[in-house]
């Protein structure tokens, strides 16, 4: 089964900025969508960003517009979350995530913890 490998979280002040990184362990993977989510502690995991492999839709929650971007690189099989302006609300364990035929997100990375901190 295809892993996923994030990378990138980090310990960052208030209005800093961090690029999460998500690199699919085959290079031939191509999932119909990428995401990455977020769990706050004592919250439930919540959706941020999405993208469609093939032609780069993105859908994002109102929150993160403006700061946030989703990319993805289909000569890697990777996803990328650039984080700017960081809010303490921000601060979570990101998820990326892949729904290989558009039926559900069904392949998680490990998570990686972003903090924000004044």
């Known amino acids: 089964q295809v892993q996923l490998a994030e990378s990138g979280g980090d310990l960052v002040q208030i209005g800093g900025s961090l690029r999460l990184s998500c690199v699919a362990s085959e290079r031939t993977f191509r999932p119909h969508f990428w995401a990455w989510f977020r769990q706050a502690p004592g919250k439930e995991r919540e959706f941020v960003a999405s993208i469609i492999r093939t032609n780069g839709v993105v859908n994002m929650i109102e929150s993160a517009k403006g700061r946030f971007t989703i990319s993805r690189d289909n000569s890697r099989s990777a996803t990328y979350l650039q984080m700017n302006n960081l809010k303490p609300e921000d601060t979570a364990v990101y998820y990326c995530?892949?729904?290989?035929?558009?039926?559900?997100?069904?392949?998680w990375g490990q998570g990686t913890q972003v903090t924000v901190s004044s």
């Open positions: 995530a892949a729904d290989q035929k558009g039926m559900g997100y069904n392949i």
